[in-house]
Structures are given as structure tokens and as C-alpha cells.
């Protein structure tokens, strides 16, 4: 496609109808909840598809927001994407003709910027919006860039797009990142995969997800190894082949019913859940003194320390895998809100991403934010409803812990955001035994509409 062509893109996500959660707190949590396929792993496997002109069947994909913009980004593509059933998703990239990644869908999730390496690799340019920020910070791309560059791409930057384009096939070399970039790492990966010569990413990212991504690359026939914990090293190939994949369990996901059975005080067992990618999260939680055992797929969590003296302050700081997630950060601060004592919280990876407490605050928790990476939590402090905004899917999450462990109602407002990575989460909330309903918000002038997870007005139990 020519750079000069008008940007006629079909591309026109549906706008997600703002939706509000309401939720009466004080139920402990009993019984079983299934853990589903990573997010993190599911958008940049469905990416990986578009290496091969083969079909790639996906299995224990969730249900989610993000896959369906990545699904939607993909057709807009030309890719053929089907959903013969729930969880499960087949791509076929034969012969994509358009190699366009509009702002719609680099604004509605950051993670399309993922195309740019599969695409560039296979089919020699492409032009990707710049995905910019979201609420946890600005989110640069600019080691995405350098990385693609040193894998002799020729990339530009105009009014909000890139353009990229290689001469000829990519050429291997040595990728080395000032700092651990996940979706650094698999931008250059993928793109390494079909580069000419040898490729090494220095350090690379460590985790699950780019295990579960390497995987699947190595099954389309790729030359992609994991030298050492924090090398990826790939010998270029001139195609790949079609292959299945089963999505591993998502690790952030787990970690979130796990503190929603603690701050509930309640009994919670959860399946086919990553045991052993929660580590670093699940000693904080024994440190604090919540009750967990893994077995197997399994984690049981006890909550009864909650009635019997409480859980112990803990301190916590974000870093790359193994290290404690970000991406638990939030949930965590919930968790601490009712520990004894002051715990101090190091979001060391993301700013912006302990703003969310302001919204704790206002439920009653004790927190000071020193500065955007450093944060103060005294507890224990009865949490009380109210009134509550969310911006991102993860402070959206949290919020909903803590309106499971307030007294009275709260009303989560903006709690669409939690659709984009939490599959049926109403419904795994009601399963285990919460009062939740979800309200879509009235267009102006439209009576209120009251549904659930089926979408259907009932009042919850
Ligand atoms: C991935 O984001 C995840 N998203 C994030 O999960 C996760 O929090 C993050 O990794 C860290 O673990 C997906 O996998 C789709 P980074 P990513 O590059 O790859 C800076 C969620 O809620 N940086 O590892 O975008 C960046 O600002 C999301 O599921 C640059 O400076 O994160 C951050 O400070 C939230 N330049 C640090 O690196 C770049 O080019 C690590 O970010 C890229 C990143």
C-alpha cells in the first residue's frame, strides 16, 4: 500500500456503552471459581498468527474486550478471524491487504502496538498509530522502535503514526533494551522469527506470558530459545507454519479472587489457576497472614484470619518477573487496607498507578500517596460505600475487592474498563456467593438499564 493513499479504514470499534457496577459489601466469598486464559498472553498469541498465511487454532482464549478489538484489528486487516465457540478463536492471515493499524484500536488498547513486529517481519511495512498512554502513565513505544531498528527497519514518525518499512527481509543482530520491556521483548521476537540471521534480546522479558508466547512460535516452526533467563536468542526463518495453542491460566486474574477471598474473610478454592507464576504475590499474601495452599492447579484460600486478629502490614515493590507484578499492585493495596499496621507500597514500573487509592480514600482506607511511585497504607480501617470512578481495568478490579469488603453498597462507575481483561467477572462474583449487579449507564435521556453478567435485570442474590 502506498503511503499516499487515504486512510479508509472500516475499522469503527462499537463504543463501549459506560457501564456502572453496584455492589453491597460484607459477604465473605465460598466456593470454586475457574481461572481463565491469560490476556496478556491471548492478544499477543493472536498477533503471533499473522507470521504464517496458515491457520492457527487458539484455545482457553478469555472472553474479554481486548481480544474482541484485537479480533476486530485483525479482520480490519483482512485477516480472516473465527470464533467457532466460546474460548476459542482460528486465524488464517493468507492474504492481508491492508497494512493499517488505526488510532481507534491503538486508543481503545495499547496492546495492538504487538503488530508491528509480526507485521513488519512478514509482510515489509506497516503503518501503526502510536498507541500513546492510558491511566497508569505515558507508556512510551520508543524501545519498540529502537528494537526494530536494529533489526534494520526504517521506521518514521508523522502525525501520530509510524511507518515502517524494511527493504528487504530483517536482518538479525543483537537487540539490547536499557530496561526489561514485555511487549519490547515480543515486538522484537516475533519480529525476529522471520528476520535473515541471528537474533539476541538482552534482557528480556521473564514473564509467563512470553514463555506461553515462545511456545507457540517454536510449534509454527521457529528457531526461538530462552538461552538464559533473561536472553532470548532466535535464528531467523523464511516462513512459518499454522499451529494450535491452549492459553495458559491468567496469573493476575487468580491473584484477584485470591485477595477477594481475604478481604471478604472468606473460603475460596480456585481451578486450573498458575500456582507457580504467583510467587512472589503469594509470599506477600502468607506474609501477611492470609491462608493459601497451591496444589497442583489449585489454591485454597482462607480468609479467616480476617475475624481472628487480623492480617500483619506488609511492604511491597513492583519489579519485572519474578518479581512482585504490577499488575497485582492494586488488588494488594485492598488487601493492605486491612492489614495491622503501615505498609509501604513501591510502584516501581508504571507512574500513575497508585492514583487509584484517592478512590480507596473516599471508602475509608488510611492511604498517603508520597509521590506517583510511593504510597503509605495504615490499617486496619473499616471500609465503608460510596460513590467510586475507575479509569483502567486493574484499578477497576481492586475497586471491586473493596466494595466486597465495605460495609453497605458502593457504585463503581466506569466499571466497562473491567471488561476489558476479566471474563464474566459479575458472574464469578455471584458464583461465589457477592452481591453484584451491573448497570449500563442511560444514554442521556434513556431510563436506567439493570443487567448482570447475562446482561438480563434480575436482582442478584
Ligand atoms: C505489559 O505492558 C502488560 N501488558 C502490562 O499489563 C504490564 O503491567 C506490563 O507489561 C509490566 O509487566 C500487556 O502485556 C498487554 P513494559 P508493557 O514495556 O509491555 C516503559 C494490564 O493491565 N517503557 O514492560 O506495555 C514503560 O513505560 C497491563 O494487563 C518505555 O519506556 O509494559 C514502563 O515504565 C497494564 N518505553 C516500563 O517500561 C517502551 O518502549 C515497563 O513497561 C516500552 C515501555
Same mark, same amino acid.
Given at each position: 500500500?502506498?503511503?499516499?493513499?487515504?486512510?479508509?479504514? &472500516?475499522?469503527?470499534?462499537?463504543?463501549?456503552?459506560?457501564?456502572?457496577?453496584?455492589?453491597?459489601? +460484607?459477604?465473605?466469598?465460598?466456593?470454586?471459581?475457574?481461572?481463565?486464559?491469560?490476556?496478556?498472553?491471548?492478544? *499477543?498469541?493472536?498477533?503471533?498468527?499473522?507470521?504464517?498465511?496458515?491457520?492457527?487454532?487458539?484455545?482457553? %482464549?478469555? /472472553?474479554?474486550?481486548?481480544?474482541?478489538?484485537?479480533?476486530?484489528?485483525?479482520?480490519?486487516?483482512?485477516?480472516? %478471524?473465527?470464533? #467457532?465457540?466460546?474460548?476459542?478463536?482460528?486465524?488464517?492471515?493468507?492474504?492481508?491487504?491492508?497494512?493499517?493499524?488505526?488510532?481507534?484500536?491503538?486508543? *481503545?488498547?495499547?496492546?495492538?502496538?504487538?503488530?508491528?513486529?509480526?507485521?513488519?517481519?512478514?509482510?515489509?511495512?506497516?503503518?501503526?498509530?502510536?498507541?500513546?498512554?492510558?491511566?497508569?502513565?505515558?507508556?512510551?513505544?520508543?524501545?519498540?522502535?529502537?528494537?526494530?531498528?536494529?533489526?534494520?527497519? &526504517?521506521? &518514521?514518525?508523522?502525525?501520530?503514526?509510524?511507518?515502517?518499512?524494511?527493504? !528487504?527481509?530483517?536482518?538479525?543482530?543483537?537487540?539490547?533494551?536499557?530496561?526489561?520491556?514485555?511487549? !519490547?521483548?515480543?515486538?522484537?521476537?516475533?519480529?525476529?522469527?522471520?528476520? &535473515?540471521?541471528?537474533?539476541?534480546?538482552?534482557?528480556?522479558?521473564?514473564?509467563? /506470558?512470553?514463555?506461553?508466547?515462545?511456545?507457540?512460535? @517454536?510449534?509454527? +516452526?521457529?528457531?526461538?530459545?530462552?538461552?538464559?533467563?533473561?536472553?532470548?536468542?532466535?535464528?531467523?526463518?523464511?516462513?512459518?507454519?499454522?499451529?494450535?495453542?491452549?492459553?495458559?491460566?491468567?496469573?493476575? /486474574?487468580?491473584?484477584?479472587?485470591?485477595?477477594?477471598?481475604?478481604?471478604?474473610?472468606?473460603?475460596?478454592?480456585?481451578? +486450573?489457576?498458575?500456582?507457580?507464576?504467583?510467587?512472589?504475590?503469594?509470599?506477600?499474601?502468607?506474609?501477611?497472614? %492470609?491462608?493459601?495452599?497451591?496444589? !497442583?492447579?489449585?489454591? =485454597?484460600?482462607?480468609?479467616?484470619?480476617?475475624?481472628?486478629?487480623?492480617?500483619?502490614?506488609?511492604? %511491597?515493590?513492583?519489579?519485572?518477573?519474578? +518479581?512482585?507484578?504490577?499488575?497485582?499492585?492494586?488488588?494488594?493495596?485492598?488487601?493492605?487496607? @486491612?492489614?495491622?499496621?503501615?505498609?509501604?507500597?513501591?510502584?516501581?514500573?508504571?507512574?500513575?498507578?497508585?492514583?487509584?487509592?484517592?478512590?480507596?480514600?473516599?471508602?475509608?482506607?488510611?492511604?498517603?500517596?508520597?509521590?506517583?511511585?510511593?504510597?503509605?497504607?495504615?490499617?486496619?480501617?473499616?471500609?465503608?460505600?460510596?460513590?467510586?470512578?475507575?479509569?483502567?481495568?486493574?484499578?477497576?478490579?481492586?475497586?471491586?475487592?473493596?466494595?466486597?469488603?465495605?460495609?453497605?453498597?458502593?457504585?463503581?462507575?466506569?466499571?466497562?474498563?473491567?471488561?476489558?481483561?476479566?471474563?464474566?467477572? /459479575?458472574? *464469578?462474583?455471584?458464583?461465589?456467593?457477592?452481591?453484584? =449487579?451491573?448497570?449500563?449507564?442511560?444514554? #442521556?435521556?434513556?431510563?436506567?438499564?439493570?443487567?448482570?453478567?447475562?446482561?438480563?435485570?434480575?436482582?442478584?442474590?
Amino acid at each position: 500500500m502506498s503511503d499516499d493513499r487515504p486512510f479508509q479504514w &472500516e475499522f469503527r470499534p462499537e463504543p463501549v456503552p459506560p457501564e456502572t457496577l453496584t455492589v453491597e459489601g +460484607g459477604t465473605p466469598l465460598r466456593g470454586t471459581v475457574p481461572v481463565s486464559g491469560a490476556k496478556n498472553a491471548a492478544l *499477543k498469541l493472536l498477533a503471533a498468527a499473522t507470521l504464517t498465511g496458515e491457520r492457527c487454532r487458539f484455545t482457553n %482464549v478469555p /472472553e474479554i474486550d481486548d481480544v474482541r478489538v484485537m479480533a476486530d484489528t485483525l479482520r480490519d486487516l483482512g485477516v480472516v %478471524v473465527d470464533h #467457532p465457540a466460546s474460548n476459542v478463536y482460528e486465524v488464517a492471515s493468507g492474504d492481508v491487504e491492508w497494512l493499517f493499524v488505526p488510532l481507534e484500536a491503538a486508543a *481503545k488498547m495499547r496492546a495492538s502496538f504487538i503488530l508491528l513486529g509480526p507485521l513488519l517481519a512478514r509482510f515489509g511495512r506497516v503503518i501503526i498509530s502510536n498507541p500513546g498512554g492510558d491511566r497508569i502513565g505515558r507508556r512510551p513505544v520508543n524501545l519498540h522502535v529502537d528494537a526494530m531498528r536494529a533489526l534494520s527497519a &526504517e521506521i &518514521e514518525y508523522r502525525n501520530g503514526y509510524y511507518f515502517a518499512r524494511s527493504p !528487504g527481509r530483517l536482518r538479525g543482530s543483537e537487540v539490547r533494551f536499557p530496561f526489561v520491556s514485555v511487549m !519490547g521483548t515480543e515486538n522484537a521476537m516475533l519480529a525476529a522469527t522471520l528476520a &535473515e540471521g541471528h537474533t539476541v534480546i538482552r534482557p528480556a522479558a521473564r514473564e509467563p /506470558e512470553v514463555d506461553d508466547l515462545i511456545a507457540f512460535l @517454536q510449534r509454527m +516452526g521457529a528457531e526461538v530459545e530462552r538461552t538464559y533467563p533473561d536472553t532470548i536468542e532466535v535464528e531467523g526463518r523464511k516462513r512459518l507454519r499454522g499451529a494450535d495453542h491452549h492459553v495458559i491460566p491468567d496469573r493476575i /486474574e487468580a491473584g484477584t479472587f485470591v485477595v477477594a477471598a481475604a478481604v471478604t474473610g472468606g473460603d475460596v478454592t480456585l481451578r +486450573g489457576a498458575p500456582c507457580d507464576h504467583l510467587e512472589a504475590f503469594l509470599d506477600v499474601l502468607r506474609r501477611a497472614g %492470609v491462608g493459601v495452599e497451591c496444589r !497442583g492447579d489449585t489454591i =485454597e484460600v482462607h480468609g479467616d484470619a480476617l475475624r481472628d486478629g487480623g492480617y500483619r502490614s506488609v511492604n %511491597v515493590t513492583t519489579a519485572p518477573y519474578p +518479581g512482585f507484578a504490577t499488575d497485582l499492585q492494586p488488588p494488594t493495596c485492598v488487601l493492605l487496607t @486491612q492489614a495491622t499496621g503501615t505498609s509501604r507500597v513501591h510502584e516501581a514500573i508504571f507512574e500513575d498507578r497508585l492514583e487509584f487509592l484517592g478512590e480507596l480514600r473516599r471508602m475509608g482506607a488510611d492511604v498517603t500517596l508520597e509521590d506517583p511511585h510511593h504510597a503509605a497504607i495504615v490499617g486496619p480501617r473499616p471500609l465503608h460505600g460510596a460513590e467510586v470512578e475507575v479509569g483502567d481495568l486493574r484499578a477497576g478490579a481492586s475497586m471491586i475487592l473493596a466494595a466486597l469488603a465495605a460495609d453497605g453498597r458502593t457504585r463503581i462507575h466506569g466499571s466497562h474498563h473491567i471488561n476489558r481483561g476479566y471474563e464474566n467477572i /459479575e458472574r *464469578k462474583f455471584l458464583d461465589l456467593g457477592a452481591r453484584i =449487579e451491573r448497570v449500563i449507564d442511560p444514554s #442521556p435521556g434513556e431510563p436506567n438499564a439493570h443487567g448482570t453478567a447475562e446482561g438480563n435485570a434480575v436482582t442478584t442474590s
